[in-house]
């Protein structure tokens, strides 16, 4: 909306309220709704307090345009301002983010281009960036001896003197009195 029209309507309410006031005057005053009002001329008097009304209201509407339109357009302004400074700021975080993240990018793509020459280069060996793992690569089989043939002992003792139950599990009541703990 323009301002013109803007300004059109607060007239209008101004002027509606005015006469309001008046007909509330005009009713008082004729002592309908408040009996032994003013003796004077009901018309007379509800268009006085209209009169009065509109004056005291369109000087306030004044008051309101020069003093406190004025206060908060440059509030407004300064809080888009504030908006703006805030998008720029937070649109050239994104930016520089954006820019860190491709320049990482760049520098990973470079080191494993480095390295996969260095692995065409040297294939009998191992990439340096795998540290503790010596220099000579062994792709075959690992090979294992065992030291001894004795098969695993689990936790279950085969001698006679542990009891055993009908099923031939051992009895635990009796662990106690093995000295097994």
Known sequence: MNEGSQDMKMT??????????????GVYDAGIWL???S?????VN????????????????YFFKMFFEQQMQERVQMAEMQN????????????FDSRRADLEMR?????????????AENPDKV???FSGMGNEFNPGIPTH??????PLELGLKTDDDIPRKKDGTPDLRYKAKRGDN
């Open 145 to 150: 001896q065992a030291a001894e043939t004795q």
């Open 127 to 129: 990439s340096p960036s």
């Open 35 to 37: 009996p032994n009002g």
């Open 39 to 43: 003796s004077g001329d009901s018309w």
């Open 84 to 95: 703006q400074r805030t998008r720029t700021m937070r649109q050239q975080q994104m930016n």
């Open 12 to 25: 209008g309410l101004i002027l509606a309220q005015s006469a309001l006031v008046g007909v509330a005057v």
């Open 46 to 61: 509800g268009m006085t307090y209209a009169m009065g009304a509109l004056a005291v209201q369109t000087i306030a509407y």
């Open 107 to 119: 520098m990973q793509e470079a080191q494993l281009e480095n390295e996969l020459r260095w692995l």
